[in-house]
Nanobody
Framework: QVQLEESGGGLVQDGESLRLSCVSS????????MAWFRQAPGKEREFVAA???????SYGDSVKGRFTVSRDNGKQTLYLQMNNLKPEDTAVYYC?????????????????WGQGTQVTVSS
């Protein structure tokens, strides 16, 4: 079973940046897609970004051009660089690891999830 540990969340002002990290352990990292999802209070879970084992990336419409997902297979770590943050980005951000190897998907049901890290953007 994969273990995921997120870090890097916090409180920032409108327009500032944060970088989230997620360290994976328990299985071979480099052959699985990884993703970030988020959930704000009272709202449904939302896809943020995903990166395949080969580096293919996909982003949710609300973060395109502001967020960048990347991975370091040697460090078994997933990153999310978030620039120009807005109050509507406030949410718990979850790192996710694909259940099936060599499969690229943005379907949250096909991922294992971490515990989440809170990101709060004040106006």
């Amino acid at each position: 079973q994969v273990q995921l540990e997120e870090s890097g969340g916090g409180l920032v002002q409108d327009g500032e940046s944060l970088r989230l990290s997620c360290v994976s352990s328990g299985r071979t990292f480099g052959i699985y897609s990884m993703a970030w999802f988020r959930q704000a209070p009272g709202k449904e879970r939302e896809f943020v970004a995903a990166v395949s084992w080969g580096g293919t990336r996909s982003y949710g419409d609300s973060v395109k051009g502001r967020f960048t997902v990347s991975r370091d297979n040697g460090k078994q770590t997933l990153y999310l660089q978030m620039n120009n943050l807005k109050p509507e980005d406030t949410a718990v951000y979850y790192c996710a690891a694909a259940i099936e190897m060599l499969k690229f998907t943005i379907d949250a049901r096909q991922y294992y999830w971490g515990q989440g890290t809170q990101v709060t953007v004040s106006s």
